[in-house]
Antibody
Framework: EVQLVESGGGLVQPGGSLRLSCAAS????????MNWVRQAPGKGLEWVSA????????SYADSVKGRFTISRDNSKNTVYLQMNSLRVEDSAVYFC??????????????WGQGTLVTVSS | DIQMTQFPSTLSASVGDRVTITCRAS??????LAWYQQKPGKAPNLLIY???TLESGVPSRFSGSGSGTEFTLTISSLQPGDFATYYC?????????FGQGTKLEIK
């Protein structure tokens, strides 16, 4: 099992930027795809983005495409989510989740506790 | 994008009841479906993947079935810790999407 700890959340004004980090413990990180999933207050889960183990493949939800960028540093066991041009509707708890070793058909089997992002003026 | 429709949105039941939650995909996803349980203030917890495979450590009262576009999650005999919100999620192609969730409440 991989332990995941998110950080970097906070209050930001509309149009601003924020970078989230997710630090992983355990050797499985570098061989696993990683994902970000968010949950607006009182709402359901929304998959946001994924990155393959070697960073060669990335995917985004339409709602964040062009504004968010996922990246990872396997030497630091960390995955990042750079969020630009933030909107009020991006306010949510952001979870990172470990996927599988394959890019296709990932099962999100380990999750962090989440970090809260609030976009407000 | 594949849309996931989950129902009911709320389900009231008692300890010991058998309950079923349904999830429907807008197109065939074969068996690429997972179910999660989420309790307030916590991260989702994987229960079932590939439509019917129980994640390690998950009690056997949880079961999943279905393929193609129609899937179900069944809890055979509700325990107090099962009252939570349940989500289905497809992982057939990107973007992955979740159902709207089913809140399981104590009657």
């Amino acid at each position: 099992e991989v332990q995941l700890v998110e950080s970097g959340g906070g209050l930001v004004q509309p149009g601003g930027s924020l970078r989230l980090s997710c630090a992983a413990s355990g050797s499985a990180f570098s061989s696993s795809a990683m994902n970000w999933v968010r949950q607006a207050p009182g709402k359901g889960l929304e998959w946001v983005s994924a990155i393959s183990s070697g960073s060669g493949s990335k995917s985004y939800a339409d709602s964040v495409k062009g504004r968010f960028t996922i990246s990872r540093d396997n030497s630091k066991n960390t995955v990042y989510l750079q969020m630009n041009s933030l909107r009020v509707e991006d306010s949510a708890v952001y979870f990172c989740a470990k996927g599988g070793s394959s890019w296709s058909h990932q099962i999100l089997d380990d999750w962090g506790q989440g970090t809260l992002v609030t976009v407000s003026s | 994008d594949i849309q996931m429709t989950q129902f009911p949105s709320t389900l009231s039941a008692s300890v010991g009841d058998r309950v079923t939650i349904t999830c429907r995909a807008s197109q065939s996803i074969s068996s690429w479906l997972a179910w999660y349980q989420q309790k307030p203030g916590k991260a989702p917890n994987l229960l079932i993947y590939k439509a019917s495979t129980l994640e390690s450590g998950v009690p056997s009262r949880f079961s999943g079935s279905g393929s193609g576009t129609e899937f179900t999650l069944t809890i055979s005999s509700l325990q107090p810790g099962d009252f939570a919100t349940y989500y289905c999620q497809h992982y057939d192609t990107y973007p992955y999407t979740f159902g709207q969730g089913t809140k399981l409440e104590i009657k």
